[in-house]
Nanobody
Framework: QVHLVESGGGLVQAGDSLRLSCAAS????????MGWFRQAPGTEREFVAA????????VYADSVKGRFTISRDNAKNTLYLQMNNLKPEDTAVYYC??????????????????WGQGTQVTVSS
């Protein structure tokens, strides 16, 4: 089991950057595939990015490709999401999620077993 806590959200202007972090408890963080999702008011939670346990593979939603970068530091039990050139449509609550390693890089909500509480990102125009 793993417990996840996100941080780093805030209010920024369009074009700014933010880095989200997701701190994981437990000694087996390195054995989990990790992902970022987001949910804007009145919408479904959507996939943003994912990374395999070894950082050997990353996947991005088309809407963030080229602007966001997912990474992890297994020694620090931490997942990151570097967000550059933010747009108002990136405004949402951002969640990190974990799934035990195995299979392909997970991109669907129901592939993840563990979730953080979320951190708000607001981008003003």
């Amino acid at each position: 089991q793993v417990h996840l806590v996100e941080s780093g959200g805030g209010l920024v202007q369009a074009g700014d950057s933010l880095r989200l972090s997701c701190a994981a408890s437990g000694r087996t963080f390195s054995r989990y595939h990790m992902g970022w999702f987001r949910q804007a008011p009145g919408t479904e939670r959507e996939f943003v990015a994912a990374i395999t346990w070894s950082s050997g593979s990353t996947v991005y939603a088309d809407s963030v490709k080229g602007r966001f970068t997912i990474s992890r530091d297994n020694a620090k039990n931490t997942l990151y999401l570097q967000m550059n050139n933010l747009k108002p449509e990136d405004t949402a609550v951002y969640y990190c999620a974990a799934r035990w390693s195995g299979g392909t890089t997970p991109t669907r909500r129901n592939e993840y077993a563990y979730w953080g509480q979320g951190t708000q990102v607001t981008v003003s125009s």
